[in-house]
C-alpha cells in the first residue's frame, strides 16, 4: 500500500501541469494527512510551494557544476496561469508583455503581468513576483 506522499509524488511526476493545487490531492487522504506529505515533499525539494495552496514540481540538474541541485521546473508566469486556469480564469498577457510583443515598448517587466479580466482574485504568488491586472 503506497503512503499519501508516494501517491502525490507518482501524480506529480506522471502530469505535465505546472501549478497544482491543494485540493487536486484530498482524495488521496485527509486533509491533515496530504499537508503533512506536501510539507514533507516541500522540504525533499520535489515541489515548491508557489503560495497559499499553490505547488510546483521541481528539477533537478543532470550534470555540471550544479549537478543534483534542484529548481523550480516551470518559470512563474507559466505556474501562475496554470492556477489562474484551475481556478475558472482565463489568463491573458498583461499591458506591459503586450506592448513588448507588439513591438510597442522595449521595457520588459521584471515580473509576470497577468490580465485576469473581471476576475475577483487576488492571491499572492512567489511573494508578489506575479502582479494582476484587471480589464
Known sequence: MATVEE???KYVAS??????LTS???RFGSRS???RALRKLVEDETLYRAG???YTPSR???DGPYAGYKIQKFD????????????GVDPQPGVLVREYNEGRSTQVSP????????SRIRRRLFSGGVKYEKS
Open 24 to 26: 487536486e490531492f484530498v
Open 33 to 35: 494527512t496530504v499537508a
Open 111 to 118: 515580473y509576470a503581468i497577468i490580465d485576469v479580466g473581471k
Open 60 to 62: 533537478a540538474f543532470a
Open 15 to 20: 502530469s505535465s501541469d505546472a501549478a497544482f
Open 76 to 87: 512563474n508566469s507559466a505556474v501562475a496561469e496554470g492556477f489562474l486556469v484551475k481556478m
Open 7 to 9: 501517491k502525490i509524488r
Open 52 to 54: 497559499y495552496g499553490v
